[in-house]
């Protein structure tokens, strides 16, 4: 296989993962740690999805590298080890169906106070009535912010949820609005989905001057990434008990114990579970399969994000 191309994949058995490796590839496997000894000659590389020993460092050392294949939507921990002249593709499509589900999920969890039942359950209380009704998200206004693919894929799953969507993106386009707009729009959301990327533009965007245009009794879900959230505003608003928030992120990340987020009254933590469903695995393997196909047969790369395209 002299002229075949050398990749490193994050996977034991490729082949089977993969449902058969591309013709002209030459694989190893790398999911951090030792090293293989092909450093110098890796021309394709699929990062571990769960993380590892220099993953993302060893981008830098790579002198053959063409492209990289992240499994993630995210790629801002890629960046700085980015050389000129190397292609970076991300997992648009991977997760819309994960994190859509999961946003639903915490939505309802919340509004139906899902956690209080498990307590319940686990103090074997049957309470005989209840004070206050539970939320219905039947009627209430979700604004969508980051209308991506994700985003798109969560309204299809809240469409049978009789509620009305806005959507916010970066820039304007049909049916969608821009970032400009939100003081007008938030104040009119009774839910604010954060679907945005990790960038120098939406970190700490979420502050306390956003949180506060919110309506009272609104609810917070961020399965994006924690720092676009400024966590002790968050926190100074749910002390409050202004607003609520279910998030599958936070700023720090790890939370560490004792952080005043876990104790923090109306707040529903998922420990970054986003992607993690049984719908990723075949979607990542059939997207990182299609590019290897491209990359050795000539056709252009697809979800290219940063670099020269392929």
Same mark, same amino acid.
Request: glycine share 8%.
């Given at each position: ?6 990749? #490193?994949?994050? #996977? ?16 190893e496997y790398?999911?951090?740690g030792?090293r293989?000894?092909?450093?110098e000659? *890796? ?9 590892? %020993? ?42 819309d169906?994960?994190?859509a ?14 956690? $209080? ?15 206050? *009704? &539970? &939320?219905?998200?039947? &009627? ?18 809240l ?36 679907? %945005?990327?990790?960038?120098?533009? %939406?970190?700490?965007?979420? &502050? ?17 990434r ?15 008990? $202004?607003? $609520?928030?279910? *998030? ?7 939370l ?5 987020? #876990? ?11 986003g ?10 393997? $059939? ?24």
């Open positions: 296989m002299a002229d075949a191309v050398k990749t #490193w994949l994050p #996977w034991e058995d490729p082949d089977d993962f993969l449902g058969g490796l591309p013709q002209g590839i030459d694989a790398f999911a951090g030792d293989p000894g092909s450093l000659s *890796v021309e394709f590389y699929v990062p571990s999805y769960m993380g590892g %020993t220099g993953i993302v460092e060893v981008i830098s050392e790579m002198p053959a590298l063409k492209v990289v294949q992240t499994q993630t939507a995210g790629y801002e921990n890629v960046l700085p080890y980015l050389r000129e002249g190397v292609t970076l593709c991300n997992a648009r499509g991977v997760h169906a994960s994190t589900e999961l946003a639903v999920g915490l939505i309802l969890a919340s509004y139906r106070q899902l956690p $209080r039942a498990v307590k319940n359950q686990e103090r074997e209380v049957w309470p005989t009535s209840y004070a206050e *009704v &539970d &939320d219905s998200l039947a &009627d209430r206004t979700v604004l969508i912010l980051g209308y991506g693919s994700i985003g798109e894929a969560l309204e299809r799953r469409s049978g949820f009789e509620c009305d969507v806005i959507r916010v993106a970066r820039r304007a386009r049909e049916g969608v609005s821009p970032i400009s707009e939100l003081p007008d729009l938030l104040p009119k959301a009774d839910v604010v989905v954060l679907l %945005t990327p990790a960038t120098e533009e %939406t970190r700490g965007m979420v &502050d306390a001057k956003f949180l506060g245009q919110l309506k009272d009794g609104a609810l917070l879900i961020n399965v994006a924690g720092v676009i959230v400024d966590t002790d505003a968050l926190l100074t608003e749910l002390n409050a008990g $202004r607003i $609520r928030a279910a *998030v599958d992120v936070t700023d720090p990340e790890p560490p114990a004792g952080h005043p987020l #876990w104790s923090a009254p109306n707040v529903l933590i998922n420990p970054h579970r992607g993690a469903s049984t719908a990723f695995s075949p979607r990542v393997a $059939r997207l990182v399969r299609a590019q290897l196909e491209r990359y050795t047969t000539g056709e252009p790369l697809i979800n290219v994000v940063a670099g020269p395209p392929r």
